[in-house]
């Protein structure tokens, strides 16, 4: 059993495994092994050994040889475990939201907010599986009352479940739900950054009384992942990630024509109609450009704000985004942690360089609480109209760095808004109905949000246009990425022609 896994006693240095395996864990991987940093003080808090070509595959057997006994209980008996795992993860929330504060240096409400969307995710598809008409067969009509066609929908089988390192419990619960729910096994590959929670959740589910073999980790990086991708045993891959990443994901997926699900990058907006109220406005565009340190797939760092409200929305903005505390989870009031590493910090600290020299303004930025001073931390902060192709308003920066334009008519709102290749999400504030009407038909996005903040709820799907990604998570539509449909047409009994 590996129900301990992951987790070390108080003031001890963590050290992961390469891998868990069918309930062992698997100390000696590759020749390759990475820290574990905590982000907000840039310390090294552990180490992990990567797994070696030879214990991925070993981990996509383990997960083969789980599938037959797995893929033949009950959805009702999968759904009770998915209920316990809920329940687990409720018993232990201190502790996983105090392992994403020390890992990713994310504020307490916002490791918590991460808690309870994994437990939602769960319960929600524990549900599904006690609702007998999901995994049901169901007849489909035919023009012809001598034959039954029906539909069967049946798990895929393995499935590598590889994620980032944003929100990396909830980017696995969204994976690996649905993927019990129906019956597959699955082998997952946590961002090297963050796997120490991907280690704990593991535990959980083994606690749960989910089989050894049903679910196994893989550490590592990139090469880890693509090991899995080209396996041959495996059915289907469902990978978060950024865009170039996903795109060789699916090269590999095409040999063997895996099923795919890609949750990728986008370069969201927010929208503000001249009939909005500021201050709502105001608090929407800082949630959806600064949470989590602006290192969201969702985020909507361009803003569109109408002309005539420009001047007293950049106003209340440089207000909000000066008041924002940068710091720790420790620090009291702290809103916004630290990137997630050196590497990004490096990484955003570029793009905005080159936006800059490209001619981008930075028109106010925030400030860092001197307990910033040793951890991975950025100011946020805002340009004022950039140019269309500038790299600030074109590229996800995946840092606290928004863009914001003015427009002056809602058609050029759209044809702004939709002016990228990628298609997420976007976020509409208005008063005015028919407008918002508008808006949700006309922006060229998976997901689209009228006067709330990033809501985001397992009955509702998540997933992009474009580069955005292929598929869909949460919902029913999640479970079915993680089944195969079959159907059968036959004759009805008592239809047979005479003397057969
Ligand atoms: P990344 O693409 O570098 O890595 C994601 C995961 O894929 C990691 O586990 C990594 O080790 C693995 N990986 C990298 N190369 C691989 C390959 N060739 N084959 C298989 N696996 C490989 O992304 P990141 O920097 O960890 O995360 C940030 C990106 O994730 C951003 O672009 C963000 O938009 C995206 N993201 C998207 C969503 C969504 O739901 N659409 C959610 C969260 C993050």
């Given at each position: 059993?590996?129900?301990?896994?992951?987790?070390?006693?108080?003031?001890?240095?963590?050290?992961?495994?390469?891998?868990?395996?069918?309930?062992?864990?698997?100390?000696?991987?590759?020749?390759?092994?990475?820290?574990?940093?905590?982000?907000?003080?840039?310390?090294?808090?552990?180490?992990?050994?990567?797994?070696?070509?030879?214990?991925?595959?070993?981990?996509?057997h383990?997960?083969?040889?789980?599938?037959?006994?797995?893929r033949?209980?009950?959805?009702?008996?999968?759904?009770?475990?998915?209920?316990?795992i809920?329940?687990?993860?409720?018993?232990?929330?201190?502790?996983?939201?105090?392992?994403?504060?020390?890992?990713?240096?994310?504020?307490?409400?916002?490791?918590?907010?991460?808690?309870?969307?994994?437990?939602?995710?769960?319960?929600?598809?524990?549900?599904?599986?006690?609702?007998?008409?999901?995994?049901?067969a169901?007849?489909v009509?035919?023009?012809?009352?001598?034959?039954?066609?029906?539909?069967?929908?049946?798990?895929?089988?393995?499935?590598?479940?590889?994620?980032?390192?944003?929100?990396?419990?909830?980017?696995?619960?969204?994976?690996?739900?649905?993927?019990?729910?129906?019956?597959?096994?699955?082998?997952?590959?946590?961002?090297?950054?963050?796997?120490?929670?991907?280690?704990?959740?593991?535990?959980?589910?083994s606690?749960?009384?989910?089989?050894?073999?049903?679910?196994?980790?893989?550490?590592?990086?990139?090469?880890?992942?693509?090991?899995?991708?080209?396996?041959?045993l495996?059915?289907?891959?469902?990978?978060?990630?950024?865009?170039?990443?996903?795109?060789?994901?699916?090269?590999?997926?095409?040999?063997?024509?895996?099923?795919?699900?890609?949750?990728?990058?986008?370069?969201?907006?927010?929208?503000?109609?001249?009939?909005?109220?500021?201050?709502?406005?105001?608090?929407?565009?800082?949630?959806?450009?600064?949470?989590?340190?602006?290192?969201?797939?969702?985020?909507?760092?361009?803003?569109?704000?109408?002309?005539?409200?420009?001047?007293?929305?950049?106003?209340?903005?440089?207000?909000?985004?000066?008041?924002?505390?940068?710091?720790?989870?420790?620090?009291?009031?702290a809103?916004?942690?630290?990137?997630?590493?050196?590497?990004?910090?490096?990484?955003?600290?570029?793009?905005?360089?080159?936006?800059?020299?490209?001619?981008a303004?930075?028109?106010?930025a925030?400030?860092?609480?001197?307990?910033?001073?040793?951890?991975f931390?950025?100011?946020?902060?805002?340009?004022?109209?950039?140019?269309?192709?500038?790299?600030?308003?074109?590229?996800?920066?995946?840092?606290p760095?928004?863009?914001?334009?003015?427009?002056?008519?809602?058609?050029?709102?759209?044809?702004?808004?939709?002016?990228?290749?990628?298609?997420?999400?976007?976020?509409?504030?208005?008063?005015?109905?028919?407008a918002?009407?508008?808006?949700?038909?006309?922006?060229?996005?998976?997901?689209?949000?009228v006067n709330?903040?990033?809501?985001?709820f397992?009955?509702?799907?998540?997933?992009?246009?474009?580069?955005?990604?292929?598929?869909?998570?949460?919902?029913?539509?999640?479970?079915?990425?993680?089944?195969?449909?079959?159907?059968?047409?036959?004759?009805?009994?008592?239809?047979?022609?005479?003397?057969?």
């Open positions: 059993m590996v129900a301990n896994a992951g987790r070390c006693a108080d003031n001890q240095a963590l050290v992961l495994p390469a891998a868990l395996i069918a309930g062992t864990t698997f100390s000696a991987g590759s020749e390759v092994r990475s820290p574990v940093c905590n982000a907000s003080t840039g310390e090294t808090i552990g180490w992990q050994q990567h797994a070696s070509a030879e214990l991925v595959d070993r981990a996509v383990a997960a083969h040889d789980a599938l037959i006994a797995w033949h209980t009950t959805p009702a008996a999968r759904g009770k475990l998915l209920r316990k809920a329940e687990l993860l409720e018993a232990d929330r201190a502790r996983l939201c105090a392992m994403q504060m020390q890992v990713s240096g994310k504020p307490p409400f916002e490791a918590d907010l991460d808690v309870s969307d994994a437990i939602a995710t769960f319960i929600y598809y524990a549900g599904l599986c006690e609702d007998a008409s999901v995994f049901a169901d007849s009509a035919v023009p012809d009352a001598t034959l039954l066609a029906e539909r069967m929908h049946e798990p895929v089988g393995v499935c590598a479940l590889i994620v980032p390192w944003n929100f990396p419990m909830v980017t696995t619960a969204w994976k690996l739900a649905p993927a019990l729910a129906a019956g597959c096994t699955v082998v997952i590959k946590p961002s090297e950054l963050t796997s120490p929670v991907e280690h704990m959740l593991a535990g959980i589910v606690e749960s009384g989910v089989p050894d073999g049903v679910v196994n980790v893989v550490n590592g990086g990139g090469e880890v992942g693509a090991w899995l991708t080209t396996h041959p495996v059915d289907k891959i469902s990978f978060t990630g950024s865009t170039a990443s996903g795109r060789k994901v699916m090269q590999a997926a095409a040999e063997d024509m895996k099923r795919i699900t890609l949750e990728l990058g986008g370069k969201s907006a927010l929208i503000v109609r001249e009939d909005a109220d500021v201050t709502h406005a105001v608090s929407l565009a800082v949630g959806g450009a600064f949470t989590n340190a602006g290192q969201m797939c969702s985020v909507t760092s361009r803003i569109l704000v109408h002309d005539n409200l420009y001047r007293k929305f950049m106003a209340a903005f440089e207000t909000a985004v000066r008041a924002i505390v940068v710091g720790p989870p420790q620090v009291a009031d809103a916004m942690g630290p990137l997630i590493s050196a590497a990004q910090r490096a990484r955003v600290a570029a793009l905005v360089a080159q936006g800059v020299e490209a001619g303004q930075v028109a106010f925030g400030q860092l609480d001197p307990a910033c001073a040793d951890g931390f950025m100011a946020p902060m805002v340009v004022a109209e950039p140019a269309a192709d500038n790299v600030l308003w074109t590229d996800e920066v995946f840092g760095v928004a863009c914001v334009k003015s427009f002056r008519s809602d058609d050029e709102a759209i044809s702004l808004a939709n002016d990228t290749r990628y298609g997420l999400v976007a976020t509409v504030v208005t008063n005015n109905e028919s918002a009407r508008r808006y949700k038909a006309q922006l060229r996005a998976g997901l689209v949000w709330t903040p990033q809501l985001i397992p009955q509702v799907c998540w997933g992009g246009l474009g580069l955005s990604g292929i598929g869909r998570e949460l919902g029913v539509a999640g479970l079915r990425s993680y089944q195969e449909m079959r159907h059968t047409v036959g004759l009805r009994s008592g239809s047979l022609p005479a003397g057969l």
